[in-house]
């Protein structure tokens, strides 16, 4: 079978992005042919401080991508100068680059010159100050390629989570969490399981909104109301949707084998037990959109940004699973 041609985006070059990326070259290219969609001056950088026997070469396009272990293929993505822009510090000029390098590997994989996109870290504060109003890659990726129905997902020990809500303060969240949310949040989870699993019907476990999902509504009607008329709902189109269950137990449950989908209400519902779970482990993907797209679980770390002790795993995990899904869809699991 042909090898996946991924294209991996460089991320904020003053966060760990090209330091994780150098040293997670050996191990990406057993995964695939791959191409950076970067900055050629801050690859160089990276590959000299962390990159010994690597090089970098130009590329036109994705279909650049290679499997060479000693050289590093880049398509130059932003005309923005980058000179100025200090390592650990958030600015305009990184925050712009990092936006320029996602939209092109977008448009890649959108012509079809890469089966996939894996992304390192990007801050949203640099977006902020480059004056692009967007939360992070997933509500990017949404609208680069109008995608109507979205979520992030997690991804680790073969455990897959999405989130009906996303990045946004709590009580606002708890607005947003809707029969319709909660249904469309379902369907996309149902559908990536199938994929990341091989699984023709996976069950997907629903998690409550209220602390021990209300206790018959002594803590609130969300479930009776908005939660179980979805997972109703869902049964009736086929799929194997259970709850909602408390949280607190349905990740245990999920944990111990029980489960290997579940739909969180929020960010910080899904996020913490898998990370706990997973560590390093732990790959971001957002499902809904006409690409695959996965990504690292961790941030910028602007702290330990250019100290040479950042973990490149997460990355090769998401290499790992963008080459899974691409596989899977070649097998019809969609």
């Known amino acids: 079978m042909q090898r996946p041609r991924m294209i991996v985006t460089l991320g904020?070059?003053?966060?760990?992005g090209p330091e994780i990326l150098v040293r997670a070259w050996s191990r990406l290219i057993k995964v695939g042919d791959i191409v950076v969609a970067g900055d050629l001056d801050w690859m160089k950088?990276?590959?000299?401080?962390?990159?010994?026997?690597?090089?970098?070469?130009?590329?036109?396009?994705a279909t650049e991508a290679g499997g060479d272990e000693n050289v590093v293929p880049v398509i130059q993505a932003t005309s923005v100068n980058l000179q100025t822009v200090k390592i650990g510090q958030v600015s305009a000029e990184a925050g712009r680059a990092a936006f320029d390098f996602l939209c092109r590997a977008i448009d890649e994989a959108l012509m079809g010159r890469a089966h996939a996109l894996v992304t390192t870290p990007l801050?949203?504060?640099?977006?902020?100050?480059?004056?692009?109003a967007y939360p992070g890659h997933t509500e990017i990726l949404a609208?680069?390629?109008?995608?109507?129905?979205h979520a992030m997902l997690l991804w680790g020990r073969e455990i897959v989570v999405g989130h009906?809500?996303?990045?946004?303060?709590?009580?606002?969240?708890?607005?947003?969490?809707?029969?319709?949310?909660?249904?469309?949040t379902i369907r996309l989870v149902h559908g990536m399981a199938r994929r990341l699993r091989g699984e023709s019907s996976p069950v997907v476990a629903v998690a409550a909104l209220n602390p021990h999902a209300s206790d018959g509504g002594l803590f609130g009607q969300e479930e009776a109301a908005i939660i179980t008329p979805a997972v109703q709902a869902v049964r009736e189109e086929g799929i194997q949707a259970v709850g909602p269950f408390p949280a607190d137990t349905l990740f245990v449950r999920a944990h111990r084998g029980e489960f290997g989908a579940i739909v969180a209400m929020y960010h910080d519902q899904g996020h913490i037990p898998m990370k706990l779970r997973c560590g390093w482990d732990l790959v971001n993907i957002t499902a809904g959109l006409p690409i695959i797209r996965?990504?690292?679980?961790?941030?910028?770390?602007?702290?330990?940004a250019d100290l040479g002790v950042a973990d490149p795993t997460s990355l090769v995990a998401a290499a790992d699973v963008a080459a899974r899904l691409v596989s899977r869809s070649m097998e019809g699991f969609s």
């Not at 904020?12 to 760990?16: N, P």
């Not at 950088?45 to 396009?61: E, K, M, Q, S």
């Not at 609208?143 to 129905?149: D, F, G, L, P, V």
């Not at 969240?173 to 469309?184: G, K, Q, S």
């Open 143 to 149: 609208e680069k390629t109008r995608a109507s129905s």
């Open 164 to 184: 009906v809500t996303l990045h946004m303060s709590l009580r606002e969240a708890l607005n947003r969490v809707t029969t319709e949310t909660v249904i469309r």
């Open 294 to 304: 996965t990504s690292v679980a961790h941030g910028t770390a602007y702290d330990i």
């Open 123 to 132: 801050h949203k504060e640099g977006l902020r100050a480059a004056g692009l």
């Open 12 to 16: 904020d070059v003053a966060g760990i």
């Open 45 to 61: 950088y990276a590959i000299r401080r962390w990159g010994h026997g690597l090089r970098t070469t130009a590329a036109v396009d």
